[in-house]
């Protein structure tokens, strides 16, 4: 089956910088990719995805790259702010997308300073 | 915001108690899903459904049950709960291939 492997498990960036979220994963199968942001106290929403037919998406400060030959693909937030603060999930699916297929990583603790 | 609902948010319970967590979505969606989260944040799938009367188990082995009677209802129930069941339990669902997951909030369970 799917293994993804997700680095680093902590991350602290000061507030402005970039922060860069990386993952790997197995199965060459896989062809869908999304970001889970969590909050304290909340369940992961959905943030950014991408599929394996493009290489990067961008959605105003956060963008996700995919390497499908080196089967690796990582998540960029620019100038960072408090409110960036979460844990961050990375995932792998070769089912379109349900939840079923999806390998999720360990999981960042991205923490903002101020 | 996705249309996906978790009772209750918050749950402390005795030793030996019944209890049953409820999720619910208006989205119509055919699969969902329950997740254990430890204090790690790690997601361990412990059971899911591809619609009514349909429930499988996840990879991590659970001694929680659930039932799929209606396709906007996937409750989980734990007959006895004891101190090890203690944990975060998300719930999920998505329409089917190509289209996203949404979680619920989650239930925070506390078994004293």
């Known amino acids: 089956g799917e293994n993804v492997e997700q680095h680093p498990s902590t991350l602290s960036v000061q507030e402005g910088d970039s922060a860069v979220i990386k993952c790997t994963y197995s199965d060459s199968a896989s062809n869908y990719f999304p970001w889970y942001k969590q909050e304290l106290g909340k369940g992961p929403q959905l943030i950014i995805d991408i599929r394996s037919n493009v290489g990067e998406k961008k959605d105003q400060r956060i963008a996700v790259t995919l390497n499908k030959t080196a089967k690796h693909f990582s998540l960029h937030i620019t100038e960072t702010q408090p409110e960036d603060s979460a844990v961050y999930f990375c995932a792998a699916s070769d089912s379109g997308g349900g939840a079923d297929g999806l390998t999720f990583g360990k999981g960042t603790h991205l923490i903002i300073q101020p | 915001e996705a249309d996906i609902y978790q009772t209750p948010r918050y749950l402390v319970i005795g030793t030996g108690k019944k209890i049953t967590l409820e999720c619910s979505q208006t989205?119509?969606?055919?699969?969902m899903y329950w997740y254990q989260q430890d204090p790690g944040m790690e997601l361990h799938l412990i059971h899911y459904?591809?619609?009514?009367?349909?429930?499988e188990k996840g990879d991590l082995s659970s001694e929680s049950t659930v039932s799929r009677i209606r396709t906007e209802h996937f409750p989980l129930t734990l007959e006895s709960a004891r101190p090890s069941h203690t944990s975060q339990y998300l719930c999920a669902s998505t329409g089917g291939a190509g289209v996203k997951a949404f979680f619920g909030q989650g239930t925070r369970l506390t078994v004293v």
């Open positions: 459904s591809y619609g009514v009367n349909s429930t």
């Open positions: 989205m119509g969606h055919d699969k």
